[in-house]
């Protein structure tokens, strides 16, 4: 296991498990979370070790969301210049391109989400393949309650998980989501009755796809990820070119083996990724 100020990272059995470790604070995002959390991501992609990532935290909530004190001090909202404004676009830009790590991450991400799940918790788990909840759990979109629009991918991922309408509810009035609406809504997979049995669902959720070929996965991942933005026309042509790119005769014998013979299925890992900026 490894641990920095923010989290901890475990490996079992090519799952990978990301656990928030600052509940005497909430686990809210300062950012030392942001770097620590962009360092890590990186780290999971570019090994392709893992096959799946649970996310899942500590104490009474998942994450109360960004840390107020840091628009105080850490980080400088210039509204008095144009160019202030415009360096707020690119603060913005460089936040949102953490989370969007999550969506293209090459493995499924799974989050198991207790308590509150507020504010920058909600752009956080939305980038997520799958979330898990306790019952105690809520989601809130937390920024209209102190005077500003969620900005880091809730508005935009939301409307594609949840009906329209109860995102315009949430965004414009700040109210809870429970658990339980957030499962009927299609937010959520599943609710538990507690914090450690959601982990234990997420975990196992995890392992049943790491137990697939990675390619097959990644290429699903891929797959899915693009229907959601284009039309079906444009999504089936994308699937024929992908799958000629993955396609795998000895996986296919391989599952079904392994399907017969009830036993685990030996597959390839991902090639492990060298940055191109890093060769030479």
């Not at 470790?21 to 962009?38: I, K, Q, V």
């Not at 890590?40 to 070790?49: P, R």
Request: aromatic share 8%; glycine share 8%; hydrophobic share 45%.
């Amino acid at each position: 296991m490894t641990a920095t100020t923010c989290f901890s990272l475990s490996s079992t059995d090519n799952v990978a498990h990301l656990v928030m470790s600052r509940p005497g604070e909430l686990n809210t995002m300062n950012p030392t979370f942001w770097r620590e959390l962009d360092e890590v991501l990186t780290q999971i992609h570019t090994q392709g070790t893992a096959r799946a990532l649970v996310i899942s935290s500590t104490g009474k909530h998942f994450s109360a969301g960004m840390s107020l004190e840091t628009f105080a001090g850490a980080i400088s909202m210039d509204d008095q210049s144009p160019e202030g404004r415009a360096a707020i676009f690119d603060l913005l830009t460089d936040m949102q391109g953490t989370f969007t790590k999550l969506e293209n991450l090459r493995i499924p991400v799974i989050c198991a989400i207790q308590g509150g799940c507020i504010g920058g918790a909600v752009d956080m788990v939305t980038a997520a393949c799958i979330r898990y909840a306790s019952a105690d759990a809520f989601f809130c979109i937390q920024e209209i309650n102190i005077g500003m629009v969620a900005d880091v991918g809730t508005l935009q991922r939301l409307p594609k998980l949840i009906p329209f309408a109860v995102v315009k509810e949430m965004a414009y009035t700040g109210r809870r989501l429970p658990a339980a609406r957030a499962m009927a809504y299609g937010l959520v997979n599943e609710v538990f009755d507690t914090h450690e049995a959601t982990v234990a669902a997420a975990l196992q959720c995890a392992q049943e796809i790491a137990s697939k070929p990675p390619v097959a996965i990644w290429g699903t991942k891929q797959a899915v990820n693009y229907a959601r933005d284009h039309s079906v026309e444009d999504s089936l042509r994308q699937m024929g070119w992908l799958q000629g790119a993955v396609w795998s005769n000895a996986h296919v014998r391989e599952a079904i083996a392994a399907m017969k013979e009830k036993r685990a299925g030996d597959f390839t890992p991902l090639t492990p990724l060298q940055p191109f900026k890093t060769l030479g």
